[in-house]
Structures are given as structure tokens and as C-alpha cells.
């Protein structure tokens, strides 16, 4: 990678002149480096620092678990291969262990990875995560997508991509998720100008606004945008209470929505309300608010889903929900 080694030292840079005690990056990074990197890292960690981690260079999913390559993994045939690499969701739950006050982590490292066809598991990019509680995470694209190293052959800046809009907006008196969802902007902006899609994912399980300073601020913006900056936006509210009679119903959820949409209403939103839909109304509801011209639709989900390897799945009353046969307590719909 052209830019991976510079994207480390820019961060680097801004990280210090925050007030972060760094780990610096050494050039090509080996396992050893990598690992043993990691464990002062980790050493240094108390229930009063602000940690942050950045990562650049290459990371792939084998079997829906994430890898981060160090510089002298070979060209990765088989799962033995991987013995060296570092498992991102070792690396999150080692810090949550230590329990910092904060912790920001950033990876720009769904690069397109060394891999020979014959490796089992293998998939594009990185898959979708899980941030551990009291975690910010970003990663530089999407699920499945490729982070850009550079836009095209004559592209002479010494960032990658998404590293340099990041470095823009690093600025301390700014919150973290303010200076993601700037830089994903930025970032979605210049692939669609070179035909490419990546878009910066956010995993946001931080309690409260994360500053890059590690300072707790009170005030500033709070609850819902002002009145009269929705206007071109609409919102699809499905409030699910209950599935086919199988558990007691949640007292929430229709509460909660009829709430949401009066709020939503007041700002000047178009609101939608399904109350235990199927999952074609669902559907058909969020079309008809796409066809309406809106800048943004909202869509917020209230009650019963679950989880099976990773994917998240509504539990609808008259649908269907193919991972439902992984949770305990529902019975498996049909296709």
C-alpha cells in the first residue's frame, strides 16, 4: 500500500499535539512489532484514559471475523496463514477489559487484501461489527467494501483516502462522531467521483459525546434538531410489541413511537407508523417514503429483533425472519 505507512504518522501527529502518549508506528510492522505494540498499549491502560487506536493497511474477514495484516504475513492460502494476524475483535475486547473512560477506535484497513482464491472464508473487505459498550469504532468503508489507497494513478496526495478527510476534521474542540460522519461525507463524495462506492461505517456505543481531548463538555446541542430543519425529511416508525402471541407483549414500543412521530411531526416531518407490520408492509412503507423526493428518510425500530452470526433481524408479527430459529424462543419461519 502506497499510503498506509503516512496515514499512521499524520494521525500520529494530530493524536500528539492533542495530548495522547503515543505508540509510534515503525515502518512495515511485523507480528512481532504488532503484538508486542499492542501489549504496551494495553499495559498503560486505566478506568481514567482516553484511549484511541488507528489502524492502516491491510484487513480481511475470514469466516465473519476481521484480521488486521502485519507487513511480513505471507500471501494468505489458508487459515494457518492467519496465526500472526491480529483479530480485531480480540483487539476491542482486550480494551474493554481494562475499562477506559473512553476509547475511539478508527480503521482504515479494508484494503484489498493478499489472498489466493483457495483461502476458505474469505470474503471482501471487513463484515460488519459489533462495538463492545462504551466504544466509539469507525472503519473506513462499509461492510464487504474496499477502502481506497489513492483515487487514480495521478491522485499525488500522501493520505489515503479516507485518512486524509479524517486529518480536515481532527480537531480537538469537535466530537468524535462530528468529525466521522464529516469525514464519510467527504469520503463518499470522492469514490462516487471515480465510480467506486465506499461508505465509512460508524458503530457508536459511546454513553455520551466523545471529544478527541478526552474532556467531558456539558451543553451544546441536545434531543432533536430545531424547528424547521426537517422539513425535507421523512421518518418510518415501526412499533413491534409482539410476535404471534409467543411472549408477553412489550409495553413500549407503541408508546415510544407515538412519541417519536409527534416529535418528528412538530419539526415538520412526514412520519410513517407501522405497529407489528409484516415484513412486505415494512417494505412497502419505506419505498412510498423513498418516493416521496426526501433528501433523508429516517427509519427507527422499536421492539423484538435478534441476532444470529452477526446480522441483526427483525421479529415481525406476520412475517418472516429467517434467523429466528437461532434465538431462543422463536420458531423458524418458512422462506
Not at 43 to 55: G, K, M, P, Q, Y
Given at each position: 500500500l502506497r499510503t498506509a505507512q503516512q496515514d499512521a504518522l499524520s494521525v500520529t501527529e494530530r493524536l500528539s499535539s492533542a495530548g495522547y502518549?503515543?505508540?509510534?508506528?515503525?515502518?512495515?510492522?511485523?507480528?512481532?512489532?504488532?503484538?508486542?505494540?499492542?501489549?504496551?498499549?494495553?499495559?498503560?491502560?486505566?478506568?481514567?484514559?482516553?484511549?484511541?487506536?488507528?489502524?492502516?493497511?491491510?484487513?480481511?474477514?475470514?469466516?465473519?471475523?476481521?484480521?488486521?495484516l502485519p507487513s511480513d504475513i505471507p500471501k494468505l492460502t489458508s487459515e494457518d496463514d492467519l496465526k500472526g494476524a491480529l483479530q480485531l475483535d480480540y483487539m476491542l475486547e482486550s480494551i474493554a477489559m481494562r475499562s477506559p473512560a473512553q476509547t475511539i477506535v478508527v480503521l482504515d484497513c479494508c484494503r484489498n487484501a493478499p489472498v489466493s482464491g483457495e483461502l476458505a472464508g474469505y470474503n471482501p473487505g471487513l463484515a460488519s461489527s459489533v462495538a463492545p459498550r462504551g466504544f466509539f469504532v469507525a472503519y473506513s468503508a462499509g461492510s464487504g467494501e474496499f477502502a481506497l489507497d489513492q483515487l487514480d494513478d495521478g491522485d499525488?496526495?500522501?493520505?489515503?483516502?479516507?485518512?486524509?478527510?479524517?486529518?480536515?476534521?481532527?480537531?480537538?474542540?469537535?466530537?468524535?462522531?462530528?468529525?466521522?460522519?464529516?469525514?464519510?461525507?467527504?469520503?463518499i463524495r470522492d469514490a462516487q467521483s471515480v465510480g467506486h462506492a465506499q461508505h465509512p461505517a460508524i458503530y457508536d456505543q459511546s454513553p455520551r459525546p466523545y471529544w478527541l481531548d478526552g474532556q467531558y463538555r456539558l451543553g451544546g446541542a441536545q434531543g432533536l434538531t430545531p424547528i424547521g430543519t426537517m422539513k425535507e425529511q421523512g421518518f418510518v416508525i415501526v412499533a413491534n410489541d409482539d410476535y404471534r402471541g409467543i411472549a408477553s407483549p412489550l409495553k413500549s414500543p407503541r408508546g415510544d413511537a407515538a412519541k417519536l412521530a409527534q416529535a418528528f411531526e412538530g419539526l415538520g416531518a412526514d412520519v410513517a407508523v407501522l405497529r407489528n407490520p409484516s415484513r412486505d408492509e415494512v417494505l412497502a412503507s419505506c419505498a412510498a417514503m423513498a418516493s416521496r423526493g426526501y433528501e433523508r428518510v429516517g427509519f427507527v425500530w422499536l421492539g423484538r429483533g435478534c441476532l444470529h452470526k452477526l446480522q441483526a433481524a427483525g421479529i415481525m408479527r406476520n412475517g418472516e425472519c429467517r434467523t429466528a430459529g437461532a434465538c431462543k424462543g422463536f420458531e423458524a419461519e418458512p422462506e
Open positions: 502518549e503515543i505508540d509510534a508506528p515503525s515502518p512495515r510492522q511485523g507480528v512481532v512489532d504488532i503484538l508486542l505494540q499492542f501489549e504496551r498499549f494495553l499495559s498503560r491502560i486505566d478506568r481514567t484514559s482516553a484511549a484511541f487506536v488507528f489502524l492502516a493497511g491491510h484487513g480481511l474477514q475470514v469466516g465473519g471475523t476481521n484480521y488486521f499525488a496526495s500522501p493520505n489515503g483516502v479516507f485518512t486524509r478527510h479524517l486529518l480536515g476534521h481532527l480537531q480537538p474542540d469537535r466530537s468524535i462522531y462530528d468529525i466521522i460522519s464529516a469525514t464519510r461525507a467527504s469520503v
